[in-house]
Nanobody, 115 residues
Framework: QVQLVESGGDLVQAGGSLRLSCVTS????????MGWYRQAPGKQRELVAE???????KYADSVKGRFTISRDNAKNTVYLQMNSLKPEDTAVYYCNAARSYFTYWGQGTQVTVSS
């Protein structure tokens, strides 16, 4: 059974930092591209950052220079370090694992940034 479990979401003031974690099981983690997506109320889910199995990264323009995605293959975990948070970063953040035709999602973790 595949599981992706996110944690680290919280209420934080603008300018603050958070680190999200996503622990996976049931997949060969090192073979998967891992991503963080977010969905704000009334908006579509959007890609925040992704990291390939080789460590290549990609970021949404809105988070470049503020967020950093990383992975620890030994711990089957992907992280999202979020700095200089803004109110517009408020959303539910979802972890995603993808390989070929398969994609898996976590249940999400709420990030709320107050102004």
């Amino acid at each position: 059974q595949v599981q992706l479990v996110e944690s680290g979401g919280d209420l934080v003031q603008a300018g603050g930092s958070l680190r999200l974690s996503c622990v996976t099981s049931g997949i060969i983690f090192s073979f998967h591209k891992m991503g963080w997506y977010r969905q704000a109320p009334g908006k579509q889910r959007e890609l925040v950052a992704e990291i390939t199995s080789n460590g290549g990264t990609k970021y949404a323009d809105s988070v470049k220079g503020r967020f950093t995605i990383s992975r620890d293959n030994a711990k089957n975990t992907v992280y999202l370090q979020m700095n200089s948070l803004k109110p517009e970063d408020t959303a539910v953040y979802y972890c995603n694992a993808a390989r070929s035709y398969f994609t898996y999602w976590g249940q999400g973790t709420q990030v709320t940034v107050s102004s």
